[in-house]
T-cell receptor
Framework: DAGVIQSPRHEVTEMGQEVTLRCKPI?????LFWYRQTMMRGLELLIY????????DSGMPEDRFSAKMPNASFSTLKIQPSEPRDSAVYFC???????????FGPGTRLTVT | DAKTTQPPSMDCAEGRAANLPCNHS???????VYWYRQIHSQGPQYIIH???NNETNEMASLIITEDRKSSTLILPHATLRDTAVYYC????????????FGQGTRLTINP
């Protein structure tokens, strides 16, 4: 079985540009999580969905960040406009139930110059 | 508001058992102990979890003390590929839950 799929794996963009990160969860999983990892702050949860509905977005840093899950097999995390401090590795994870173990994708390394 | 305490780093010789400790003295009765690891440049990987009984799977064993205030993750025959940061997390098994990752233990397996 394919694991969690994320694209792109690397993204380099200029400040002010829109960035869209994509995630395909494991088939059959009904919970999806977006995390961000930086050296300074470690791994932080940004938002998670249960059955395609956002449950907790308290980790989203500001209004420049938005996330959607239009169906059970796809989610996006958008940053508009991007800033250099958004540079990080963004991970998507899925779980077959909200409280179960989570399976992570390989991450997207975002660099904003 | 970290609920767990882990040593920042540990070393272990290849082929030996690696024992990673975790303190969770404020754990609640309905909270499980989860272990994840993150190998360099990869996403975190689920290893094992348990409530109060010892658990074993193909990756590791989890030993939880009787008072549940601490636990030990055991990698029975460590290999170089087990070099990673290991995270101990406590969380309930009900409802939508987020994982709160602390700093973890950086385990280095030496040849």
């Amino acid at each position: 079985d394919a694991g969690v799929i994320q694209s792109p794996r690397h993204e380099v963009t200029e400040m002010g540009q829109e960035v869209t990160l994509r995630c395909k969860p494991i088939s059959g999983h009904n919970s999806l999580f977006w995390y961000r990892q930086t050296m300074m702050r470690g791994l932080e949860l940004l938002i998670y969905f249960n059955n395609n509905v956002p449950i907790d977005d308290s980790g989203m840093p500001e209004d420049r960040f938005s996330a959607k899950m239009p169906n059970a097999s796809f989610s996006t995390l958008k940053i508009q406009p991007s800033e250099p401090r958004d540079s990080a590795v963004y991970f998507c994870a899925s779980s077959w139930r909200a409280a179960g173990e989570q399976y992570f994708g390989p991450g997207t390394r975002l660099t904003v110059t | 508001d970290a609920k767990t305490t882990q040593p920042p780093s540990m070393d272990c010789a290849e082929g030996r058992a690696a024992n990673l400790p975790c303190n969770h003295s404020t754990i609640s009765g309905n909270e499980y102990v989860y272990w994840y690891r993150q190998i360099h440049s990869q996403g975190p990987q689920y290893i094992i979890h348990g409530l109060k009984n010892n658990e074993t799977n193909e990756m590791a064993s989890l030993i939880i003390t009787e008072d549940r205030k601490s636990s030990t993750l055991i990698l029975p025959h460590a290999t170089l590929r087990d070099t990673a940061v290991y995270y101990c997390i406590v969380r309930t098994d009900q409802g939508a839950q987020k994982l709160v990752f602390g700093q973890g233990t950086r385990l280095t397996i030496n040849p």
